[in-house]
């Protein structure tokens, strides 16, 4: 089992639709990263949060560090949100370990 | 301010040839990390440098890869000779400091091994 668990794979949406994409991850972490990649394109950073709930344009992030579970939540999506969302959590201070990455969701989203 | 910039954008090489990935990270950021995406699979981690010394290469499958950091600036990642499981996208991401500081990622290298 992945430390780091995204659902769903892939998602499809109308224009418009309210999308969530879930990340549930089974180690203790510092801080929660969500990425986007659009194709062929590179990764950029949507949002790093380590608690509660953080908001940029149509995208909102949460974050439940008790139950280790984390969404990212797209209002009135549109087909330029289409891209692989990806989760990655990074290690506690002083631990060893690297940051670790979900699988991604890909979304698309249709006219 | 310039973000973290990678070439070649993609490489195509046979297998037993050499390649070798560059990566500039951000102006003034001591943490250089590189990632892989092997096709179908999540990104896995590679190796961290802080500064110029390599702080972790838990990541790095084998010793055909070889990286460096000359002078704590860019970095370069050397695979040789190349085998046909190298394929993939090679990220590598840049932060000012290890622990709650964003991440810049570049736009990555793609690499075919035929």
């Known amino acids: 089992k992945n430390e780091v668990e995204q659902s769903p794979q892939n998602l499809t949406a109308q224009e418009g639709e309210f999308i969530t994409i879930n990340c549930s991850y089974s180690v203790g972490i510092s801080a929660l990263h969500w990425l986007q990649q659009h194709p062929g394109g590179g990764i950029v950073s949507l949002f790093m949060l380590s608690s509660g709930k953080k908001k940029h344009g149509r995208l909102i992030a949460t974050i439940n560090i008790q139950e280790k579970h984390s969404s990212l939540h797209i209002t009135a999506s549109h087909p330029r949100d289409s891209a692989v969302y990806i989760c990655a959590v990074a290690p506690r201070r002083g631990s060893a370990r690297q940051l670790t990455f979900g699988s991604g969701t890909q979304l698309t989203v249709l006219p | ?114």
Not at chain 2, 14 to 25: F, S
Not at chain 2, 44 to 73: C, I
Request: hydrophobic fraction near 30%; include cysteine.
């Open chain 2, 1 to 114: 301010e310039a973000g973290v910039t990678q070439f070649p954008s993609h490489s195509v090489i046979e297998k037993g040839q050499t390649v070798t990935l560059r990566c500039d990270p951000i102006s003034g950021h001591d943490n250089l990390y590189w990632y892989r995406r092997v096709m179908g699979k999540e990104i896995k981690f590679l190796l961290h440098f802080v500064k110029e010394s390599k702080q972790d290469e838990s990541g790095m499958p084998n010793n055909r890869f070889l990286a460096e950091r000359t002078g704590g600036t860019y970095s370069t990642l050397k695979v040789q000779p190349a085998e046909l499981e190298d394929s993939g996208v090679y990220f590598c991401a840049s932060s000012q400091s290890r622990f709650n500081s964003p991440l810049h990622f570049g736009n990555g290298t793609r690499l075919t091994v035929t």
